[in-house]
């Protein structure tokens, strides 16, 4: 079985971050051995969506 290497992205993002910030993503990945594309996807597929079901103005 021949395997590809499929990129996948669907949209790139730029994201200014400040030193702090950029350290400790850094840091993290470092102790966890991932990548920092991995831990922010991840943290993006964590927060809480509403639905819009329960919206005021609609």
Known sequence: ???TN???AVK???V??????AEKLE???EQTG???TDVIR???RSLP?????NDVNR
Do not use: F, H
Request: hydrophobic letters at 40%.
């Open 49 to 53: 969506v509403s639905d819009g079901s």
């Open 1 to 3: 079985m021949i395997m």
């Open 16 to 21: 200014n971050l400040a030193i702090q910030e």
């Open 6 to 8: 499929k990129k996948w």
């Open 27 to 29: 840091k993290y990945c």
């Open 42 to 44: 991840e943290l993006i």
């Open 34 to 36: 991932r990548p920092a």
């Open 12 to 14: 790139r993002i730029t």
